[in-house]
């Protein structure tokens, strides 16, 4: 049984940091695609950024870019956002997802973790 599982959100001032980590388990294999995306009420999931298990190959929504890092500790399945300069529109419930490199639709996702940025 594969498993995701997001930690690291919470409530910060604009301009803060907050570090989410996604922790994963079971059998993935190695070819993966790793990536986080966000949701508000009302709106649809945004796609945050993405990391490619080979190369390491990084994508960010415009959104972010700049201000979010994407990494992964290959070591332990383990891979990260880091969020500086926060604003108060990155507001959402951050979710962690991964799926294999020849599918299509992200196949496994966390529960979601709560990020509030006040003004």
């Known amino acids: 049984q594969v498993q995701l599982q997001e930690s690291g959100g919470g409530s910060v001032q604009a301009g803060g940091s907050l570090n989410l980590s996604c922790a994963t388990s079971?059998?993935?294999?190695?070819?993966?695609?790793m990536g986080w995306f966000r949701q508000t009420p009302g709106k649809e999931r945004e796609g945050v950024a993405v990391?490619?298990?080979?190369?390491?190959?990084?994508y960010y929504a415009d959104s972010v870019k700049g201000r979010f890092t994407i990494s992964r500790d290959g070591a332990n399945n383990t891979f990260y956002l880091q969020m500086n300069s926060l604003k108060p529109e990155d507001t959402a419930m951050y979710y962690c997802?991964?799926?294999?490199?020849?599918?299509?639709?992200?196949?496994?996702w966390g529960q979601g973790t709560q990020v509030t940025v006040s003004s």
């Open positions: 997802a991964a799926k294999h490199l020849w599918v299509h639709d992200w196949t496994y």
């Open positions: 079971g059998n993935f294999g190695s070819m993966l695609c």
């Open positions: 990391i490619y298990s080979l190369g390491g190959m990084t």
